[in-house]
């Protein structure tokens, strides 16, 4: 008789615990969506920075080591001179660059620039 209540608490407990943790995260689900429906244009450009971020991890992770030596950016990404490539870029190119990414990160981000 004993054991049977023990476990009945045993139950009970699990199953308040279930309904927390169930409860917790449709909350942050919620927190979540709300933030990405007041800043969209953040969150895609972190949604697009993250998946390309993890696509260049998993590509040197999965790439052999000897490609790595003859792939296209050991031939040609290190004997590009990037400062004469923007130097020829005209300046206006370089205001509206700016001005593009500015307008789509947050205020505390673009005052630091």
Do not use: C
């Not at 260049?56 to 999965?62: E, G, N, P, Y």
């Not at 003859?70 to 130097?87: H, I, L």
């Amino acid at each position: 008789m004993a054991e049977t209540n023990r476990m009945s608490a045993y139950q009970s407990r699990a199953g308040q615990a279930a309904e927390d943790a169930g409860g917790m995260a449709q909350q942050t689900y919620r927190q979540a969506e709300s933030l990405v429906r007041q800043n969209p244009a953040s969150s895609a450009l972190l949604t697009f920075g993250v998946g390309f971020g993890l696509g260049l991890a998993l590509t040197a992770l999965m790439s052999e080591s000897h490609s790595r030596s003859r792939s296209w950016r050991n031939t040609n990404w290190r004997n590009t001179n990037w400062r004469d490539t923007a130097s020829r870029m005209p300046d206006s190119w370089m205001h509206q660059i700016s001005d593009a990414v500015k307008s789509v990160l947050p205020d505390a981000v673009t005052s630091r620039m």
